[in-house]
């Protein structure tokens, strides 16, 4: 039996929410938490409105996940983020002690992997998943910013 | 004439939150961020009982203090905090463009300076500032937490 639940499957998600911020002209970045394959917690960059540099995606959906668990570790949990995480992102995941980070597209420029940020000896990373999709959301973004 | 307004003066602000957080049994840290002698946001840290890895003291502060001005970008702010800031809080103050940030005591585990954690060009540092009232006040906790 084939396993619905690919990582592309929760990406797919991820990116939905990178949608909701690019509608509401914020840098759009989506970002999911998923335990046992369910969703359990949803983030999008929301830094213009909200007036606070913290309003990441991951940064709401890490806070929402450890709301829905009642617990603030999120073990057994994978992040789904549709951009590779930044330094202030990595560092909250290092303190979740999330099991595994899954990215689309690198941040060549400010991702945690060139600023060395040190994740959790037990966090797994995969990156790369619909990495094409999220970059291409990003460049219509700023295509359309610059107009 | 002499100055009130010394590093000293704001960390003794910063010290009274981390009293606050050691009153409500979280990890003593305090923070506060200061336009033109002006403390214009306070916080401490609140990981226990917000159930947010996310929720310390220099977050707090950092949202707050956007807040206030009506802006993401804390240029011409200063943040004071008891304890060195950790990858999280470093990579928001990255983004937060802060002009300065005060410290007290060194974490030699987890801080930014040994993590490596970038902080904006234009941000300068200073350390030490009454960093043994600091210590003792996270001695104090962790000797009474054991009890």
Redesign the interface.
Known sequence: MINPFTDEYFMKKALQEAEMAFEKGEIPVGAIVVIDNKVIARGHNL??ML????AHAE?QA??AA??YL????LIGCTLYVTLEP???????L???QISKIVFGASDENRGFVK????LHPKTTVVSGILANEASELMKRFFVERRK
């Open positions: 830094t213009e007036v606070d540099v913290t940064m890490i806070t450890a709301n009642g617990g603030k570790y930044c330094q202030m992102c990595a560092g909250a290092y303190w979740s600023m060395g940020t040190q």
